[in-house]
């Protein structure tokens, strides 16, 4: 998580991110983890349960999932970025402006499976 | 009032002794009764950092084994006669005394000095548990590196659920410069991460090896160096004082102060 929002950091601005901010965003990840004190394996299946539950309505690009907790000034949070493949389901309740904000191809609603 | 503080960090080497012997004496000179626990059982250095090594008989395991009464374990510097140092065996392993034991002992010592400071070993494990038993503040001390910063965070963590809320932190070798150049945390960072009160920042100082070597803590300097005059404003501050930081970058960079180093340095 950490690591890919320095990725991008460093691909917006060009050039290496100084050390400084780095060790910044992997204290503040580690220390995430460190005072919630959940296990790795509890917080892989907390990705897990999280995944299944968006995987229900729309189809997640797993591989691209970023999911991890992050702290600020002794408050934490669980941060998940889910890139959305594809519908699911088509379901007109579901707005499809909503879905095409976050989508990277707007076209998915053209192999939707009619239920 | 008597203040019982204890001084730690988690990680080790990032100047936990260094500090308990810097601010007791910086205490001391300022009128106040100290007496410098070392609660490092097995590992005792307290006492070479502030020179009195050839004059420990007794230690806190002897007073606790009743081997010895509590004045005799205790070292009066000669230097400055506020300051006392009660040592920790050497010999024994760190299980050989219990935190029950601890807080009376630190809890007698504050009937007879204004500041008990308790200077504990690295890690959280019984050595650690011990010597913040009886404890009613601390003083984290860290440097702005990522395991230093870790490690504070847990024993922050571990003082909390231990009922000891009032916590202060020392930033210990800080490299102005490297903070301008972005390659080291500044103190604002490690604050921003760690949330507690900052207490001081010593710059990163060679004189601290000097000292260590001489066994003579670097507030007692006649002309003491930048980290010395941070030590004295630590005490100062613990004492209620109002004192501004010391302003490290310019310090560094200023011309005069330069050459006053390299004068003083040669010497």
């Known amino acids: ?115 | 009032m008597s203040r019982i503080v204890v001084v730690t960090s988690g990680k080790g080497g990032v100047g936990k002794t260094t500090s308990t012997a810097n601010l007791g004496m910086a205490l001391a000179r300022l009128g106040r009764k100290v007496v410098l626990v070392d609660a490092d059982f097995g590992l005792r250095n307290l006492d070479l950092l502030l020179g009195l090594e050839s004059r420990v008989v007794y230690t806190s395991l002897d007073v606790l084994n009743r081997e010895c009464k509590l004045d005799q374990a205790l070292v009066k510097d000669k230097r400055q006669p506020n300051l006392s140092l009660l040592a920790a065996p050497q010999t024994r392993n760190k299980t050989a005394i219990t935190a029950v034991a601890m807080t009376k002992l630190v809890e007698v010592l504050s009937h007879h000095f204004h500041y008990v400071l308790v200077d504990s070993p690295a890690g959280i494990e019984t050595g650690f548990q011990n010597a913040i038993a009886g404890a009613k503040e601390a003083i984290i001390v860290t440097t702005p590196e990522i395991s230093a910063v870790r490690d504070a965070d847990r024993v922050i963590g571990l003082l909390e659920s231990h009922r000891i809320r009032d916590i202060k932190l020392i930033v210990n070798r800080l490299r102005p410069a490297m903070v301008k150049s972005n390659d080291m945390m500044s103190v604002e960072d490690v604050l921003e991460i760690l949330s507690v009160k900052l207490l001081g920042v010593i710059p990163d100082d060679e004189q601290v090896i000097v000292s260590t070597n001489r066994g003579e803590p670097l507030v007692l300097a006649e002309k003491p160096s930048l980290a010395g005059r941070a030590y004295q404003n630590i005490a100062g501050r613990l004492e209620g004082q109002d004192i501004p930081f010391l302003d490290l970058d310019e310090a560094n960079r200023s011309f005069l102060a330069r050459l006053w180093k390299t004068l003083t340095a040669k010497r």
């Open chain 1, 1 to 115: 998580m950490t690591n890919a929002i320095a990725d991008l950091l460093e691909r917006l601005f060009g050039g290496k991110l100084e050390s400084r901010d780095r060790v910044k965003q992997r204290l503040k990840f580690i220390l995430a983890h460190d005072r919630v004190a959940l296990t790795p394996q509890l917080v892989a299946q907390m990705r897990q349960d999280i995944l299944a539950a968006i995987a229900k309505y729309v189809e997640i690009d797993e591989e691209a999932v970023e999911f991890g907790l992050e702290s600020d000034r002794r408050s934490t949070v669980v941060i998940a970025n889910l890139p959305i493949r594809g519908l699911r389901h088509f379901d007109p309740n579901v707005s499809q402006l909503e879905l095409t904000l976050s989508e990277p191809e707007p076209k998915a609603e053209t192999s939707e499976p009619i239920p």
